[in-house]
């Protein structure tokens, strides 16, 4: 039998140990982000309130932590920072200024988003009367536009911008009526186009921030592929001399 070195082990199990918190640190996520509550650019979207803003800012939030790649600041400490450092937002520091200047660590990355653009086309396909009411299919297309901008908290300069896009289509039954004075119009539908296209806007945020800001494994192309054909887009609707 074949005696066993033992000296070697312990530098073995050493060497293993420390290419195990190799791999650790390298999957450790390297990019710190907090997302502010986004704004509303556009008299359009009529289901915007005073709580959407932040809602939207906590769903990218969820999905920029959810890829693994990012560490997400909550919104508690973001309100402690803003507080310590007596700044209106992370996106407005002064530039020269430090994120650090206090006891509480602030975000390396500030995310800001507004929405810039948002239709909804509605329309009524077939339908019967029966008692005085119509019923009848009814088909919704919604698109959102969000402007994206990542802020470099230590100098105030925009390092990422981009606007995303989000479009979804749905299909309801509308029934409209009219009984005992009382006007009726209810859609019946699982979710509205308005929340789909929003949501597909914000995952497609969160896929170009993980491509731009940690992946960039020749992504980018895809992306700026994209941006030119929302330019393309724009252009052909516009009447430009």
Known sequence: MKPVNRTSMPGAALAL?????????????????????????TSSANWWNGDVGRQLADVLSNELS????????ERQKI??????????AC???????????????????????????????TSNTGGLN????????????????????????????????RTVEGRSSNGGVNLRGYVSGVGGDFAHAKKTPASKAVRAALIEATDY????????????ARYQQKQQRRRQGSKDTLDLD
Request: charged share 20%; glycine share 10%.
């Open 17 to 41: 140990t420390l290419s195990a918190g190799v791999t650790m640190a390298r999957e450790a996520p390297t990019m710190t982000v907090a997302v502010i509550d986004f704004t509303n650019d």
């Open 79 to 88: 309100d402690a920072v803003l507080a310590e450092q007596d700044l209106p």
């Open 66 to 73: 959810a890829t693994g790649d990012f560490e997400v600041i």
């Open 91 to 121: 996106s407005h520091m002064r530039p020269g200024s430090s994120p650090h200047t206090g006891n509480i660590t602030g975000p390396q990355y500030p995310v800001t988003g507004s929405v810039a653009a948002y239709t909804e086309d």
């Open 130 to 161: 029966i008692a005085g009411f119509r019923v009848g299919g009814g088909k919704s297309k919604a698109y959102v536009a969000i402007d994206l901008r990542v802020v470099d908290a230590e100098t105030s300069e925009v390092v990422y911008s």
């Open 209 to 220: 921030l993980d491509c731009t800001m940690v992946k960039r494994d020749g992504c980018e």
